[in-house]
């Protein structure tokens, strides 16, 4: 039982890793938390099952494609929404952010209806027991599809020369433009690398549970947030460590005190981090100039 | 003897720039004390040391006797230490009355049921702090512009509204960060004489950075000179521009500040013109 | 931008007092005497919408308008005022007069208990913890069915009696409202150009140079929550007699957001906005019931195109009434 939580929790966490680096990589270059992140992983899960039902190619197909259209949708809602706010005070982005938020979640509902959906995308689900744990393929193939998109990512901002103004972006944005990098385009392009570690996120979610329905932006969106705070916002591998502690919790906690209280558990370890260490496991601390 | 302000040590990092290194030195009351040095020196974290914006990470503030390193910045407010901030910050969305009333602790420290009851003394106190507020901006020349909206203003009034808000909060100590940066001659001579004023009639104690050479030497009873975080020196206003530190650190670094300043008087800009054509 | 200098060309004018006294007698008698005007329970049920979401939008003003701290949870406060009333009135057989109280008390209580470790952080963090804390809130209402019966929710809440008589149908309702209205009024005139007013001003646009001038932003930022906290569990415990039931999903975070709609609309920092902001919001999903499906589409592009260009709402700061604080001790006199 407890294995199998355990199991089940870093699946899961897993999941909320990927939707966090989004929070985080946005938040490193902008310092806006981006709340449409949420809906814009749900609607990369119902690319994925439109295009799949649409078209009836095969998932590894259709993945990618529904990927590629996630993060046309990240990068047109900075476009839009974000880049005209560029510079304005941080309450107007938030509200504008959590405004984006509620368009989405609620076009979706209006376009494919506040029912839960079943993922059917032609998967086979196979068991396998290991002792007292079962573990489907599925699981495995997200666990290693997290750890491979996580490795390249990591490598990506490391190594690349993209991954450099990236950074270079992140730690001062001013500065990095005078260096000739082209700002705007590093932030597209880091909104479109979000959505679409999101979108993969929200196809795994919906196979996974066989459910998509436009509000569950909502409470993934918290879990995630929850996770790149908890880690550190700002940090890629906290984000990481964030999102598989906050699955393990979530599931051990409704295993064990109440499955009611599910989609608290992670927002209680929210506020408890912001509370005791607002910087998170391997955030920096940075003092703010006056 | 007892100080008024007394900086022990003052040792400040930013990751790995030592912005403030073992800085040591007292205001001693009744003076006005400047600060000067290039730029980058560390004289504005100093300030925001002294006022609590930021903690030190070595040494202490002493001020009147009592250890206030680890004071939030609005306790030290009520303590007495005042500041205005180099890139001015007034509130936009608010009149230039209004900057100053909130600035006053008969204003601020208002209750929520003496608002909601508006009673007889309470409004007394409220005519007070308007009376009060009234007064300073009598004093700073702003009378006539109470009801505009404070960043509407000019540049260099926006500097003496700065001035004008610290002094509503009944400060002892009256820290100013560059007050004449961005005026011409005139109004630098009107601010040299304003804060004369501030300090003599109404009993202030001011320590205040300043680039303008010869504004600070006009203004000042004693100069500390900071460099790359460090105390190089101090001394009487005579002393200080023979001092071969000080003058190593200014011209040293063709920093030309020592003598040009900010001044926009049209000989200083021809200097500052040819300075800028000889580092070409 | 012409507006604005129409609107002060009107101010300096000398029949502008005149005109907002016969403004304010006129609609405040129209008011008085809607019932006798229309007796359409459909009207009195929007006017009593409008009361109600105005009370909200003021109270959420207070803190986001003023303090400058942007709160998802408002409907959460208002749900446990709803909650704690109806629980008096059903269980202990309280008063609704005194269940009211009760209501804004234990809103109050919490507000506090959230507002005083989360209200140092960022103002981004602060936003999603008060989205967290909302849903937090929906889960316990439905969760603890022991006490509040779960999903099913609380039925035949029971209506409040003034002087032995029991309020039934709409209009003591109305008047009701308006009364709550107007207190609520009151209570945020007098705050908002106080010295505790221009203080939360100066916290919203730059706490360090509040700071500097010896204002605590916590102790501001804490007052606004919790006052506004209150006011909602206040009214909260009026719309749990008024609809005679309570349960979970009338306290989504998604009207939390309309209640922010309508703030931005007005003018984030300006009474009047607020009320205005209340009132077309409400009106235009009644107006226009084609629409209603999409209601949130729209509250959510509002939001957007509003920040993008019109952060300020359509009757916002730049109408406020400039140095409100002086004006206020022309009748003392020295003695
Ligand atoms: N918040 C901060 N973070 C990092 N570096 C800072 C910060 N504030 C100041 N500095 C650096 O510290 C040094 C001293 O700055 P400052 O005190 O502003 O100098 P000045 O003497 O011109 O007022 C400068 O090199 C400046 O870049
Ligand atoms: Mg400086």
Redesign the pocket.
């Known amino acids: 039982m407890f294995l199998q939580q355990l199991v089940n929790g870093l699946t899961i966490g897993g999941i909320y890793a990927l939707i966090a680096i989004g929070y985080s990589l946005v938040y490193g270059i902008l310092r806006i938390v981006n709340f449409a992140h949420g809906d814009i992983f749900m609607m990369g899960s119902f690319f994925g099952l439109i295009i799949s039902k649409a078209s009836g190619l095969s998932f590894l197909v259709v993945a990618p494609i529904a990927m590629a259209c996630t993060g046309m949708l990240g990068m047109l809602v900075e476009r839009l929404a974000y880049r005209p706010l560029r510079g304005a005070d941080s309450m107007s982005v938030l509200i504008c952010a959590m405004g984006v938020s509620t368009l989405l979640a609620n076009l979706a509902q209006l376009i494919f209806g506040t029912q839960t959906h079943l993922y059917s995308v032609g998967f086979q689900l196979r068991h396998f027991q290991f002792g007292s744990v079962s573990i489907t393929n599925l699981q495995f193939i997200m666990v290693i599809i997290t750890v491979v998109s996580l490795t390249i990512l990591l490598a990506f901002v490391k190594k690349t020369k993209f991954g450099i103004a990236m950074r270079a972006t992140s730690n001062n944005l001013t500065t990095a433009k005078m260096m000739g990098i082209n700002t705007n385009i590093v932030i597209s392009i880091t909104f479109a690398i979000g959505s679409m570690l999101a979108s993969g996120a929200g196809m795994m979610v919906g196979m996974y549970y066989d459910a998509v329905f436009p509000t569950m932006g909502f409470s993934y969106g918290i879990k995630a947030f929850a996770a790149a705070v908890l880690g550190g916002i700002g940090s890629l591998p906290g984000a990481m460590l964030g999102g598989l502690t906050i699955g393990v919790v979530e599931s051990l906690g409704s295993a064990y005190l109440s499955s009611g209280y599910r989609n608290a558990f992670a927002f209680g370890i929210m506020i408890i981090v912001l509370i005791l260490k607002p910087t998170g496991i391997m955030g920096k601390v ?5 | 003897m007892t100080n008024l302000l007394r900086i022990e040590q003052a040792t400040l990092y ?2 790995g ?1 030592r ?1 403030l290194y073992d800085v040591t030195f007292e205001h001693r009351g009744d003076e006005i004390l400047a600060l000067i ?12 040391s002294i006022t609590g914006m ?1 903690k030190l990470d070595g040494g202490r503030i002493i001020f009147q006797e009592k250890d206030i390193s680890n004071m939030r910045p609005y306790e030290r407010v009520h303590l007495g230490i005042a500041r205005t901030f ?1 890139n001015i910050r007034l509130y936009s969305e608010l009149t230039v009355l209004e900057n100053l009333l909130l600035a006053h602790p008969g204003c601020n420290r208002e209750t929520i049921w003496g608002s909601l009851l508006l009673g007889k003394n309470f409004r007394r106190n409220r005519k007070k702090v308007v009376e009060d507020c009234e007064a300073i901006l009598e004093l700073i020349g702003l009378s006539d512009q109470a009801t505009q909206s404070a960043t509407s203003l000019p540049y260099g009034k926006q500097r003496l509204l700065e001035i004008g808000r610290a002094l509503a909060t009944d400060p002892v100590l009256l820290l100013l ?1 560059e007050p004449g940066a961005g005026m011409n001659t005139v109004e630098k001579a009107e601010l040299t004489s304003l804060i004369k004023t501030i300090a003599k009639d109404r009993k202030r104690h001011i320590l205040l ?1 300043e680039h303008d050479m010869k504004f600070v030497l006009n203004i000042s009873d004693r100069i500390i000179v ?1 460099d790359h ?1 460090e105390k190089i020196a101090e001394g009487s206003p005579e002393e200080i521009p023979k001092n071969e530190d000080v003058v190593e650190a200014y011209l040293g670094k063709q920093n030309f500040e020592l003598y040009s300043g900010h001044d926009a008087s049209p000989a200083n800009l021809d200097n500052e013109k040819s300075i800028a054509e000889e580092i070409k | 931008m012409k507006l604005t200098s129409l609107w002060s060309t009107f101010r300096a004018s000398r029949n502008f007092k005149w005109v907002v006294l016969a403004a304010i007698v006129i609609s405040g008698s129209l008011l008085l005497l809607l019932p006798f005007i229309t007796s359409n329970t459909y009207v009195l049920h929007i006017m009593i919408s409008i009361g109600l979401y105005s009370v909200l939008a003021l109270s959420l003003n207070l803190v986001t308008g003023f303090a400058g701290q942007l709160s998802f949870c408002h409907i959460a406060f208002y749900g446990i005022g709803a909650y704690t009333g109806a629980l008096l009135m059903l269980r202990l057989n309280v008063s609704f007069w005194i269940a009211m109280f009760a209501g804004a008390f234990m809103a109050a209580i919490f507000g506090f208990l959230l507002g005083l470790p989360t209200l140092r952080l960022r103002g981004d963090y602060l936003a999603i913890v008060t989205l967290g804390f909302g849903e937090i809130v929906r889960l316990v209402f439905v969760n603890e069915s022991w006490l509040t019966r779960g999903p099913l929710g609380l039925p035949g809440v029971p209506a409040p009696v003034l002087f032995g008589y029991r309020f039934s149908g709409r209009v003591p309702y109305y008047y009701l409202i308006l009364v709550v209205f107007l207190i609520t009024w009151f209570i945020m005139r007098r705050l908002t150009v106080s010295g505790i007013g221009l203080a939360m001003l100066s916290v919203k646009s730059d706490e360090i140079a509040a700071e500097s001038v010896g204002i605590r932003p916590v102790k501001y930022k804490l007052m606004a929550f919790v006052i506004s906290a209150a006011i909602a569990g206040w009214v909260g415990t009026f719309y749990a007699s008024y609809i005679a039931f309570v349960s979970p999903d009338t306290f989504m975070y998604t009207d939390s957001i309309t209640v922010l709609a309508m703030v931005i609309l007005g003018g984030l920092g300006s009474l009047p906005g607020a009320v205005v902001g209340a009132t077309v919001l409400t009106l235009i999903p009644e107006l226009l019931r084609a629409i209603n499906e999409y209601r949130m589409v729209l509250y959510g592009l509002l939001m957007i195109v509003m920040m993008i260009f019109r952060p300020d709402g359509f009757w916002g700061m730049r109408y406020r009434v400039k140095n409100a604080y002086k004006k206020t001790i022309r009748r003392v006199k020295d003695d």
């Open positions: 940075v003092r703010e100039k006056v | 930013f990751g720039l912005a040095g290039p730029n980058g020196a560390g004289k504005t974290t100093l300030f925001n930021y180099q960060d950075i900071l975080g």
